[in-house]
């Protein structure tokens, strides 16, 4: 089938990738020139597991190409997917429709022939009737459906969760639309993968239903942690516990600085706002959004407490930008509320975060970027760990704490076992676990810091 995917961003340059794997001819559409300008030299503007070989293996098959010229991409195509942004309004909670509808605009006059138009990213309930009548309105003879195909895919495992999802959902408003979809994930449920129809209205509240309730375990979990923590228990010991009923199950069960990234923060305000907006406030998510917001601010204290209480003149280390492992997306991630409430309170900041820190650069300042989690420690007064990489998991703990001026460790991501750290010579700060106290020892000599820039 031949695709115009419109919006080369995480969602739709996997997309666009994988269809055209899947056998598909695929233009995909960016309005950035930048982003254009590195995929026409064959790289990859964003971090992601799998996905440069993909696009390089498709470009070579003569599939998959990149363009600015919308139109013409989607005079050739049969199905047009919309996988721009819908990002927070700048005031309030509503999802910002502005990028879909502005592109919704310009596909509707490029019409050619009978097309599907499909939406990919996250829109509220209503939207896809919205658009329809939006594109109607713009060319009142073009032949077209509008269907709704939210995507589930996770950033860090983007290829494997499109090749291989727990399930399709489309939704639509005529057979005619959910045939031509129905071609178009024949690769997968080829394989058996379901595919389950719905009207466009249930499909829009499918994702966000899913997300909200998975950011809803998040929080769940890091309040139970907070719990424990006064309560005498480990949380690693409970969730444990929790997990293993099949009714419960394990994932989502990790305590941490408070969920971030492109997707829980945007969806579960947007769909707070739907919920308002029909005069049914759904409370649990509004609380959900609250305890998030309030743990995010709250990680400060946390640090500073750990240090003693002053943060002024302290030299911080923080391991990990990214708003989760595998990924360089920092959008909402923790570090952005706590690196600068960290440098509001006065310390002084080094960094160090794989492969997110040119993403950090353009957004901190005053930050001192690091080539290393040893060299960000160095004369260190605490360490953070924010991102659960598996490069930290494998830190030597005894050289960190050598190479810091106090051997403390705050790790909001469980990385660690106690008694590991405690070995280690660092007192060592959980999340819903007992606080581990190093031994005294001689106060390290301060090793020069290395202002090692990378
Ligand atoms: P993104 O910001 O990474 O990418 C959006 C891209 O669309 C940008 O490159 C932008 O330049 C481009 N764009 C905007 N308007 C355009 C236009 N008129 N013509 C051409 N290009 C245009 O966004 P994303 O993270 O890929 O998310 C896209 C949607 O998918 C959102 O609704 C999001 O909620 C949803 N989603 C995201 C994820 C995720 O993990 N990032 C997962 C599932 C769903």
Redesign the pocket.
């Known amino acids: 089938m031949k695709i115009a995917v419109?919006?080369?961003?995480?969602?739709?340059?996997v997309s666009a990738a994988c269809f055209a794997d899947f056998g598909h001819e695929v233009v995909c559409?960016?309005?950035?020139p930048r982003?254009l300008s590195l995929l026409e030299q064959g790289r990859i503007p964003?971090y992601e597991l799998g996905l440069e070989p993909l696009v390089t293996a498709n470009r070579q098959a003569g599939r998959l190409c990149f363009t600015?010229d919308?139109a013409q991409a989607v005079a050739a195509a049969e199905v047009v997917l919309l996988?721009?942004?819908?990002p927070t309004r700048a005031t309030g909670d509503a999802a910002d429709l502005a990028?879909l509808f502005?592109?919704a605009g310009?596909v509707a006059r490029a019409l050619r022939g009978f097309t599907v138009v499909v939406t990919?990213?996250?829109?509220p309930p209503g939207t896809a009737a919205r658009l329809r009548a939006t594109m109607a309105e713009a060319r009142p003879v073009g032949d077209f459906e509008v269907a709704s195909n939210?995507?589930?895919?996770?950033?860090g495992s983007?290829v494997e969760d499109f090749t291989q999802p727990d399930r399709v959902v489309v939704g639509v408003a005529s057979m005619r639309a959910e045939n031509v979809l129905r071609q178009l994930y024949r690769p997968l449920t080829a394989r058996n993968i379901p595919l389950l129809v719905t009207t466009c209205e249930a499909a829009e509240v499918i994702?966000y239903a899913a997300n909200t309730f998975l950011a809803t375990r998040i929080a769940f979990v890091n309040q139970l942690a907070d719990f424990c923590e006064r309560a005498g228990a480990d949380v690693g010991d409970v969730t444990r516990g929790m997990g293993l009923d099949k009714r419960i199950g394990p994932a989502f069960l990790a305590p941490g600085p408070g969920f971030g990234?492109?997707?829980f923060p945007?969806?579960t305000r947007a769909m707070a706002h739907a919920a308002r907006e029909v005069g049914q406030p759904f409370t649990i998510v509004e609380s959900v959004i609250a305890s998030n917001d309030t743990r995010k601010r709250q990680l400060v204290e946390r640090v500073a407490a750990a240090v003693g209480g002053t943060l002024g003149g302290r030299r911080i280390t923080v391991l990990g930008i990214a708003f989760k492992a595998d990924t360089d997306?920092i959008r909402e991630s923790s570090a952005l509320t706590l690196i600068p409430d960290l440098q509001a309170r006065g310390a002084r900041l080094a960094v160090f975060d794989p492969v997110a820190m040119d993403n950090g650069r353009q957004l901190f300042e005053d930050v001192e970027w690091c080539e290393d989690a040893y060299a960000a420690a160095t004369g260190a007064d605490a360490v953070v760990v924010l991102t659960e990489w598996n490069l930290f998991r494998g830190l030597d703990l005894a050289r960190l704490a050598r190479v810091m001026r106090q051997p403390v460790l705050v790790d909001f991501r469980n990385l660690f076992l106690p008694e590991d750290a405690l070995n280690a010579g660092l007192t060592y700060h959980s999340v819903g676990r007992p606080v581990v106290q190093a031994p005294d020892r001689p106060a390290a000599a301060v090793l020069p810091f290395r202002s090692g820039t990378v």
């Open positions: 419109i919006g080369a961003g995480y969602v739709g340059l559409v960016d309005r950035d982003k964003i600015d919308l996988a721009v942004g819908t990028q502005s592109a310009e990919k990213s996250t829109v939210p995507e589930f895919m996770r950033e983007a994702k990234g492109s997707c945007k969806d997306d």
